[in-house]
């Protein structure tokens, strides 16, 4: 059983930036594909950004794209995600997610791939 903790978010003006952790304990970190997904007031829970088992392939939403940059410490368990040039539609809660995988290069976009979920963590972006 995999705990997956985020922290990070918080309240910032549009065009700043945040940079989220997400902690994970229990089970075999370098075994899971991660990702971060976020879900808006009213609105379906929509893909972010993901990462591969060694950090060496990512992928992003088109609405990220060049603003996000996610990335992972394996030996911290942990996965991060950067975000720049902030805007007042990024607002949501913010979840990491981890996928076990035996594959070393597989990145997850569709949320129902993962099977642990943290709690999330709140990012507001007022303009």
């Known amino acids: 059983q995999v705990q997956l903790v985020e922290s990070g978010g918080g309240l910032v003006q549009a065009g700043g930036s945040l940079r989220l952790s997400c902690a994970a304990s229990?089970?075999?970190?370098?075994?899971?594909?991660m990702g971060w997904f976020r879900q808006a007031p009213g609105k379906e829970r929509e893909f972010v950004t993901a990462?591969?088992?060694?950090?060496?392939?990512?992928y992003y939403a088109d609405s990220v794209k060049g603003r996000f940059t996610i990335s992972r410490d394996n030996a911290k368990k942990s996965v991060y995600l950067q975000m720049d040039s902030l805007k007042p539609e990024d607002t949501a809660v913010y979840h990491c997610?981890?996928?076990?995988?035996?594959?070393?290069?597989?990145?997850?976009?569709?949320?129902?791939?993962?099977?642990?979920w943290g709690q999330g963590t709140q990012v507001t972006v007022s303009s």
């Open positions: 229990g089970g075999s970190f370098t075994t899971y594909a």
């Open positions: 997610a981890a996928k076990p995988t035996s594959s070393a290069t597989y990145v997850y976009s569709r949320s129902g791939s993962y099977d642990y």
């Open positions: 990462i591969n088992r060694s950090g060496g392939n990512t």
